[in-house]
């Protein structure tokens, strides 16, 4: 009978014994297995956390240091990028050419913009259209080059006809129109002598038979201007220095 009760004590005690080894399971987020665990994490090295590498986070996750974060920047296309960024190889990132980008729109300063101008039309007088944009042109003025001198032509004292040498210089004038669309001015000219009203005067006809002369040649008389200076030029104190002044000279402009 004595015998018996041992055995069961023992047994009794092991009962015990299994009942306390059982309930000692390890606290979170310490584990010895996957168990131990919540949902949808793994006991690594006895501690639970959310992954052990980059398959066991969902897309657009990664794996750091057990722990699934967000890809910064991830994308899977366009549309969950910045306005103007373009998604390749799953990364919202800068444009670096036309082709990255939609139809209509181009590759301006790292985003796909739609452009302000296609040609040098849709700009401002002053502006030319690059790469979508209008900026102040870089373009050259073309500067027209004269194809050849224009000859002054003089006249005598208190006279505004044309003499056969101021004809012939004219003429060689009127050549030289015919090279090219430039215009021109014939500035009328005249020797101190005489009031400043009547040397205008003078110098306004002398010119004006300059412009007559040359549209006779067939010198459209819209390329031409007359512009009477009088006596304000002149330099001559003697007669031969009053008939260098009494002229018309033909500029380009």
Same mark, same amino acid.
């Given at each position: ?28 987020? *310490? ?14 090295? $006895? /501690? ?5 590498? *980059? ?13 699934? %974060? +967000? ?9 969950? @990028? ?18 990255? @980008? ?12 739609? =452009? ?24 050259? =003025?073309?500067?027209?080059? =004269? ?18 040498? +101021?004809?012939?210089? #004219? +003429? /060689? ?7 090219? %669309? ?6 009328? $000219?005249?020797?101190? $002598? ?7 005067? #003078?110098?306004?006809?002398? +010119?004006?038979?300059? /412009? ?10 819209? $390329?031409?201007?007359?512009? =009477? ?14 008939? /260098? ?9």
């Amino acid at each position: 009978m004595e015998k018996m009760r041992t055995t069961l004590l023992l047994g009794s005690f092991g009962a015990l014994l299994l009942v306390a080894t059982v309930g000692c399971k390890p606290e979170y987020p *310490a584990c010895d297995t996957d168990k131990d665990c919540k949902d949808k994490e793994f006991c690594v090295a $006895r /501690k639970c956390q959310q992954c052990r590498n *980059a398959g066991d986070c969902g897309e657009g996750r990664q794996c750091n240091a057990g722990r699934c %974060d +967000a890809i910064p920047g991830y994308c899977k296309d366009a549309s969950q @990028c910045a306005e103007g960024q373009i998604c390749k190889s799953n990364r919202c990132q800068a444009c670096t050419s036309d082709t990255q @980008c939609p139809t209509g729109k181009l590759c301006m300063t790292g985003r796909c913009s739609v =452009p302000q101008c296609t040609k040098d039309d849709n700009c401002a007088q002053d502006q030319e259209c690059v790469h979508g944009l209008c900026v102040g042109s870089q373009k050259q =003025p073309v500067v027209k080059k =004269p194809p050849c001198d224009l000859e002054s032509v003089y006249f005598g004292f208190d006279k505004s006809n044309l003499d056969s040498t +101021a004809t012939g210089l #004219l +003429a /060689k004038n009127a050549s030289c129109l015919k090279k090219t %669309d430039m215009n021109v001015s014939l500035t009328g $000219r005249a020797d101190p $002598r005489g009031t400043t009203e009547y040397n205008m005067a #003078l110098s306004d006809r002398r +010119a004006q038979s300059a /412009k007559d002369y040359l549209k006779h040649t067939g010198i459209a008389a819209s $390329r031409m201007s007359v512009v =009477p200076r009088g006596a304000l030029d002149a330099t001559g104190t003697s007669e031969s220095g009053w008939a /260098k002044d009494r002229r018309v000279d033909s500029e380009w402009r």
